[in-house]
């Protein structure tokens, strides 16, 4: 039989994982927000607007093994990706603070939310410009609730570039951990985790792929029109009713560990 771990032992260590800094966490392949603390992230005012995005691959490392990883070929892929640059853009947008699904806890009151507003991402707008500057563009279609400006729930169409025999995909994403910290006046550190769920549209009876997907970013102020991070994306395989035995078995093995991290030098420059 296969052993697993006590639930007061995965309470510990989610709840150390919970208080342990960002800063730290960055460096760790465990997850690093285990719980949804708040509805949405109160960005700093001096992240509103466009912005030009450029993002180096820093590092790309395999805590449980090449195989995890995805094989030798996967890991070689990554492994040459080290150093390369990708330009894209992003933005955050001001909203109300009473977001949808009832208001953004503890929020309202920030320093953030002068007059009742707060700085957030425009995370549709943010998902089809990474995507399309990495798999080409036109990969991300319409999101049938992209009007809703739900931060803890996006669905969009995906259209992969690369792929000859037009196969088209339904991509899920669901919030299921998020945490920020407000160092000082410079300096804001956040993570979120989400759910990644892709539904081929061609063949519905196969089973989707899924993973979570584990973002740390710590942002820096870097002078006027100016931010810098260091971002570091962890994939998880994701425990759910849908695993098979092979994936039930990859996860207890790897302890709930991250199989793929990869860590970003960024660089922001203010567009508007």
């Not at 953004?104 to 995370?123: M, N, T």
């Not at 931060?151 to 339904?170: A, E, K, W």
């Not at 994936?247 to 207890?252: P, T, V």
Request: glycine share 8%; hydrophobic share 40%.
């Amino acid at each position: 039989c296969t052993s697993v771990e006590a639930p007061w032992a995965a309470q510990a260590a989610a709840e150390a994982a919970r208080l342990r800094p960002l800063r730290e966490a960055v460096t760790l392949p465990d997850r690093a927000c285990t719980s949804v603390e708040a509805l949405d992230v109160p960005y700093p005012a001096w992240l509103a607007g466009t912005w030009e995005v450029s993002s180096k691959t820093a590092c790309v490392d395999a805590p449980e093994g090449v195989d995890a990883f995805g094989g030798e070929r996967a890991w070689r892929n990554a492994q040459a990706d080290v150093g390369n640059v990708v330009a894209y853009r992003s933005r955050w947008v001001e909203r109300t603070a009473a977001l949808p699904l009832g208001g953004v806890a503890g929020l309202a009151g920030s320093d953030d939310a002068a007059g009742g507003r707060i700085v957030v991402a425009d995370r549709y707008y943010n998902v089809v410009s990474i995507t399309d500057a990495i798999m080409g563009a036109g990969t991300v279609g319409e999101s049938p609730n992209a009007a809703k400006a739900d931060p803890n729930y996006l669905v969009f169409r995906l259209f992969p570039q690369q792929d000859p025999s037009g196969n088209s995909f339904r991509a899920e994403i669901k919030c299921i951990g998020r945490r920020f910290e407000r160092v000082d006046a410079d300096n804001f550190h956040v993570c979120e985790t989400v759910r990644q769920s892709i539904f081929s549209e061609q063949n519905p009876n196969i089973a989707p792929r899924v993973k979570d997907v584990e973002t740390i970013s710590l942002y820096s102020h870097a002078g006027e029109g100016r931010v810098t991070a260091l971002q570091r994306t962890a994939t998880f395989y994701a425990l759910t009713t849908m695993m098979g035995p092979m994936e039930r078995e990859a996860y207890l093995r790897t302890r709930g560990r991250a199989i793929d991290v990869r860590t970003y030098e960024l660089e922001y420059t203010k567009k508007s």
